[in-house]
């Protein structure tokens, strides 16, 4: 049986939002984590049969298909292509979806997957604004088509109030929301504290920790916070944080690993993706969680450890409420509260992190997965070698 197996995964730390990595072209973030990934990997660069990226908002810096030019900013051959995915959050995650569905099929032996996003350049949505408008288009994806006014009407397609209806229809308080922010933040400082991202990192001049983290938040400042929607309970503190930042790993065949040499550190055990509403959009995670489990066997008692995509604190509690799973094995370094949640490098990061700490903690399966727009969701399962 055919196998695709992960050689090697690195990630920039995450910028803030105007923080060390703003002003870093789109393309020469991505670079540096493709050079970096080569050099730990020891592979020859021109062996590489194709690179896989997410991008959300590719215009400007991010247009013109940005995983091709972060490879050659890289200054790596010219024979090897790219292409770039949007899956919108789990843009990366599909990259490494469609570079193992490359290996597992026989057709391709080497196969990089990553992204990158700078949101401090270009923020969400702005992009398509910007290109929309000149054109007099203002209807956006959704509302413009009969088909979809047909089925949706004209509720509003908006991530917070997705946020707002998962808060409510899980019974999930403000209270709650907050907590689990603060833990988010807590675990990532330790987790930086402690040197456990010091080896997935590949610092970019002076940014060599993740910025996103506070030490100094507290429940008290996250209650004074006004909330996003009039009535609602989702703040500021309770959603991912506008990041900047890159991610790459390799991905290689049986026979790519005996000619090249490699070391495979972990399998892919299982992809998959499912969809759901799209108007609450982002509870996807719950049923594509089940789904895999059910096509793998495996319960979730069985998995070590999970990476959850914090794109707000309720997507993860109705998760935690609906699987079972034990909130000790969840995000235990922190997540997008903490951390941040540079779009198409999201996906990537959280396997590179989920990679390096089974490796830490000898735990054998590892479970990612991510709410994305349209309401969907990847579930990728990884075993440690």
């Known amino acids: 049986?055919?196998?695709?197996?992960?050689?090697?995964?690195?990630?920039?730390?995450?910028?803030?939002?105007?923080?060390?990595?703003?002003?870093?072209?789109?393309?020469?973030?991505?670079a540096h984590v493709l050079t970096a990934l080569v050099e730990r990997?020891?592979?020859?660069?021109?062996?590489?049969?194709?690179?896989?990226?997410?991008?959300?908002?590719?215009?400007?810096?991010?247009?013109?298909?940005?995983?091709?030019?972060?490879?050659?900013?890289?200054?790596?051959?010219?024979?090897?292509?790219?292409?770039?995915?949007?899956?919108?959050?789990?843009?990366?995650?599909?990259?490494?979806?469609?570079?193992?569905?490359?290996?597992?099929?026989?057709?391709?032996?080497?196969?990089?997957?990553?992204?990158?996003?700078?949101?401090?350049?270009?923020?969400?949505a702005f992009a398509s604004r910007q290109a929309a408008e000149p054109l007099g288009l203002t209807d956006g994806p959704f509302l413009g088509s009969t088909g979809w006014r047909a089925r949706y009407g004209d509720q509003p397609v908006n991530q917070f109030a997705g946020a707002e209806m998962i808060a409510a229809t899980w019974g999930i308080s403000r209270e709650d929301q907050e907590e689990f922010a603060?833990?988010?933040?807590?675990?990532?400082?330790?987790?930086?504290?402690?040197?456990?991202?010091?080896?997935?990192?590949?610092?970019?001049?002076?940014v060599t920790v993740d910025e996103g983290p506070r030490r100094d938040t507290s429940l008290e400042k996250m209650a004074a916070l006004k909330p996003v929607l009039d009535g609602g309970t989702i703040t500021a503190a309770c959603s991912s944080q506008v990041s900047d930042g890159a991610a790459a790993l390799l991905l290689a065949s049986e026979r790519a690993v005996h000619d090249h040499a490699l070391r495979p550190r972990a399998r892919v055990h299982h992809l998959s993706v499912r969809g759901e509403d799209p108007i609450r959009m982002l509870s996807a995670p719950i049923p594509a969680t089940a789904h895999a489990l059910r096509k793998t066997g495996l319960t979730i008692d069985a998995i070590d450890l999970v990476e959850i995509n914090e794109a707000f604190a309720p997507v993860v509690l109705a998760w935690l409420k609906e699987t079972g799973a034990d909130p000790g094995k969840v995000n235990v370094n922190g997540g997008a509260i903490a951390l941040g949640h540079p779009l198409g490098a999201t996906g990537v990061r959280l396997m590179t992190t989920l990679l390096h700490e089974l490796e830490r903690t000898g735990g054998r399966y590892g479970l990612q997965t991510m709410c994305e727009g349209g309401g969907q969701a990847n579930v990728t399962v990884i075993e440690r070698l």
Not at 65 to 92: F, H, K, M, N
Request: net charge negative; hydrophobic share 45%; charged share 20%.
């Open 1 to 30: 049986m055919a196998e695709a197996y992960i050689v090697e995964a690195v990630r920039t730390p995450v910028g803030r939002r105007g923080g060390g990595l703003s002003a870093v072209h789109p393309a020469d973030l991505g």
């Open 41 to 124: 990997a020891a592979v020859d660069p021109a062996a590489v049969d194709d690179v896989v990226f997410g991008c959300l908002d590719a215009v400007g810096p991010q247009a013109g298909d940005i995983a091709r030019t972060c490879w050659l900013a890289a200054g790596l051959p010219e024979e090897v292509p790219g292409v770039t995915v949007d899956r919108q959050c789990g843009s990366s995650q599909q990259a490494v979806h469609f570079a193992a569905q490359a290996v597992l099929s026989g057709t391709q032996d080497l196969v990089i997957a990553g992204g990158v996003q700078n949101m401090s350049q270009i923020p969400i």
């Open 182 to 206: 603060l833990r988010s933040h807590r675990r990532a400082v330790r987790a930086i504290d402690t040197g456990r991202f010091a080896r997935e990192t590949v610092p970019h001049g002076e």
